[in-house]
């Protein structure tokens, strides 16, 4: 896909945990509506990298700019109302509080049409309605993981941060989750993809980078990356 | 031998029916998985079995002995181990501080905790070899939290089998991992011998089948389907509610 002018720009970060040197001069870079799939074996910094763009560790050197604007060291609650939206690895559902506090606590308005609203989230996750008033803590597993969608598509973002958003889902909602993520782009919605799925990262995304022990190593369509055995095996870990 | 026997179990939150009248056994080695929708209660029915939450109703039996009042510790003792969905390691502390804690967790020994725990040879040689069988021996120093999410994983069902469980259950043990790092799993339930009884819950099928013994399908509370791998890779109605068009 050509691109046109770019949302997210990731110029050679370096990020640290204390002392450990994680991502060695990651370069990115995403267009509207565009879906970028970031992949790559765990530990290898898909997460720092998506942790980095949002502001929870900022890097040490390298800029981030967003649709024009250093956004380097902004502080996450910044980031996020410039428009850029994050559903974490690991749901991160806010525990006291009901499925539909969940929804609203971050709940960002926009005027642009087609924007999510409680009724549209409701529309796409059915389940989340019948489950307005329980708990975040008494949803299932899978649940927690509509919720966290649905809950980062209420602060209505222009850039998406999904880190592993098929984790712990059945086929078919695998399946259902590919398909948001197409409604999502045709909304206009730019998507950075962190995933373990391979088939659902290459269904849905314009282009792909593998990141290994924190650099970039590969940069490929998705058709490429699917008939690309080595990449696979080498910097993916999928079994032969 | 039936080593578990669930009877009529039910489970009602707040007006909300998550298990009804869900029965079934499970036999002395067997290496039962349970899938289903997302909702249809799985999780649930570990908790329950786990001693993490009361049934509504209903009664539970672990090697004869009815367990439903028993509370979760005494479970423990009894030999049914359970992994947690979401990691449940503790950060700061190093693998092999990870594992020997859950040791000491089941053991006598456990009233020595402020003795130094590296000191116990035959702990830490236990310790070690399952850390070994797992491919984590070479990180035994690093703090857990600096480790990758795939490693994480494998501790903790490296931590479960240092319980030395008689009935394990995983809750999906291969979420987030890479399809090599699923194969790792794999392969440690295979090393499990026929004296461990495996329940694991998880969503994905190749590992599903590959683990499987016989497969129970929970749906919308219910039992909807149990049977062989290949009878619930072939039941349509498990292929419409659960796996979409064809499978994985």
């Known amino acids: ?240 | 031998m039936d080593i578990l026997r669930i009877e009529n179990l039910n489970k009602n939150f707040d007006g909300v029916d998550v298990l009804h009248d869900v029965s079934f056994t499970v036999q002395q080695g067997e290496r039962l998985l349970i899938i289903g929708p997302n909702g249809a209660g799985k999780t649930t029915l570990f908790n329950i079995i786990g001693g993490q939450l009361p049934a509504t109703s209903g009664r539970i039996f672990f090697r004869e002995q009815e367990i439903t009042q028993k509370p979760a510790y005494q479970r423990a003792h009894l030999g049914i181990v359970r992994s947690f969905q979401i990691l449940s390691l503790l950060p700061n502390l190093t693998v092999l501080e990870n594992a020997l804690l859950t040791f000491f967790g089941c053991s006598r020994s456990r009233f020595e905790l402020f003795k130094d725990w590296h000191s116990n040879k035959e702990v830490v040689d236990k310790a070690g070899e399952a850390l070994k069988m797992a491919d984590l021996w070479e990180m035994r120093y690093e703090p857990v939290k600096l480790l990758s999410y795939g490693d994480q994983r494998r501790l903790e069902v490296v931590m479960s089998i240092l319980l030395d469980p008689k009935l394990l259950l995983l809750d999906e043990p291969t979420n987030g991992l890479t399809s090599e790092e699923s194969t790792s799993i794999v392969r440690l339930i295979h090393k499990l011998g026929k004296g461990v009884t495996v329940l694991v819950v998880a969503h994905d099928m190749d590992f599903v089948f590959e683990v499987a013994e016989r497969i129970n399908v929970l749906y919308y509370g219910g039992l909807l389907a149990s049977g062989s791998p290949d009878e619930i890779r072939n039941n349509p109605k498990v292929k419409e509610i659960y796996m979409g068009n064809g499978g994985s």
Do not use: W
Request: glycine residues 10%; hydrophobic residues 40%.
């Open chain 1, 1 to 240: 896909m050509e691109a046109r002018s770019p949302v997210l720009e990731v110029n050679d970060i370096h990020t640290y945990y204390g002392e450990s040197h994680i991502l060695h001069g990651v370069s990115l870079r995403i267009s509207e509506g565009q879906v970028v799939a970031l992949l790559g074996r765990n530990g290898m910094g898909k997460t720092t990298t998506i942790k980095s763009i949002i502001g929870f560790t900022p890097p040490r050197r390298g800029a981030i700019v967003y649709k024009g604007q250093d956004i380097t060291r902004l502080s996450p609650n910044r980031i996020a109302n410039r428009g850029i939206g994050l559903i974490p690895q690991g749901r991160r559902i806010f525990p006291s509080l009901s499925v539909m506090e969940n929804l609203t606590v971050a709940a960002r308005n926009s005027t642009k049409t087609g924007s999510y609203d409680l009724e549209s989230i409701y529309k796409i996750f059915p389940i989340l309605k019948d489950r307005a008033n329980l708990k975040g803590t008494l949803l299932s597993g899978g649940e927690q993981q509509m919720l966290a969608i649905g809950r980062a598509l209420m602060t209505n973002p222009e850039l998406l941060l999904m880190d592993e958003p098929s984790e712990g889902l059945a086929p078919i909602l695998v399946r259902e989750i590919g398909e948001i993520i197409k409604a999502l782009k045709e909304n206009g919605i730019s998507i950075i993809l962190v995933e373990q799925n391979l088939h659902l990262a290459c269904n849905t995304s314009d282009f792909t980078y593998v990141i290994n022990k924190g650099v970039i190593t590969c940069q490929l369509t998705p058709d490429e990356l699917m008939c690309n055995e080595e990449v696979k095996t080498k910097y993916l870990g999928v079994s032969q």
